[in-house]
C-alpha cells in the first residue's frame, strides 16, 4: 500500500511541475494589454447557476472537456462593446471541441437590449446567457466589468483579467492557440 502512495505522489508532484511550466510558457505569450492577464495554480470554481434566453439552467461544469473564455459583461459597458466583436472573432477562429468563448451578461440587462447590442456589434456566434442578479459574478469576485476568466478542461480557473482587452490580438490568439492545442486531456 506505501508503494501505491509513493506512485501516487510522484504522479501529483508531476503533475504540479507540469502546470507551473505551462502557465510560465503562456505568460511569456502575453504583450500589449494581454499582460493583464494574471495566470495561477489551477482552482475551483464554484457552480452557480445561470440562464439562458429561454430560462433554461445552466452551470459552467456543463462546459467541461474544453477550455472555456468565460467574458462577465453588460450592455450598459463601452469596453464590453470594444471587445465583444474580438470576442467573437476569437469563438470563429478557436471554437469548437477543445475551446469555447462564454459570455454571461450580468445585473441589469434586458433580453431585448442583449439582442439590441449583440445586432449593434456584429455580434451572430456567442452565446446568450445572463446572470442577473449576479451570483456567479460575485460567487466568482467579479466586482468590475468586464471582466475575464479562462477555464481548463476540468472547469478550474488558470487565468483572470479585469478590464477590457485586443481579444482578437496576436497575443491573445497565440496564448488560445497554445492552450488548445496542449496535450491537457
Not at 164 to 179: F, M, N, V
Request: charged share 25%; aromatic share 10%; hydrophobic share 40%.
Amino acid at each position: 500500500m506505501s508503494r501505491f502512495f509513493a506512485v501516487l505522489y510522484t504522479c501529483l508532484a508531476l503533475t504540479a511541475n507540469h502546470a507551473s511550466a505551462d502557465i510560465g510558457r503562456l505568460e511569456d505569450l502575453r504583450e500589449g494589454t494581454m499582460r493583464k492577464l494574471v495566470f495561477a495554480e489551477p482552482k475551483a470554481v464554484p457552480d452557480t447557476g445561470f440562464t439562458d434566453s429561454e430560462g433554461g439552467a445552466h452551470q459552467l461544469s456543463d462546459f467541461n472537456g474544453k477550455f472555456v473564455l468565460l467574458n462577465f459583461w453588460a450592455t450598459w459597458c463601452a469596453p464590453c462593446r470594444k471587445e465583444m466583436p474580438m470576442l467573437s472573432e476569437l469563438q470563429r477562429e478557436f471554437g469548437g471541441e477543445r475551446f469555447e468563448v462564454v459570455t454571461i451578461a450580468t445585473g441589469r440587462n434586458s433580453l431585448p437590449g442583449i439582442r439590441r447590442f449583440f445586432q449593434e456589434t456584429g455580434v451572430d456566434n456567442l452565446p446568450l446567457f445572463l446572470d442577473p442578479r449576479q451570483n456567479l459574478a460575485r460567487s466568482m469576485g467579479v466586482f468590475g466589468l468586464p471582466a475575464t476568466v479562462i477555464l481548463d478542461m476540468d472547469g478550474r480557473e488558470i487565468a483572470r483579467m479585469r478590464g477590457d482587452a485586443e481579444w482578437y490580438g496576436e497575443s491573445a490568439r497565440a496564448i488560445i492557440r497554445a492552450l488548445t492545442e496542449s496535450r491537457e486531456d
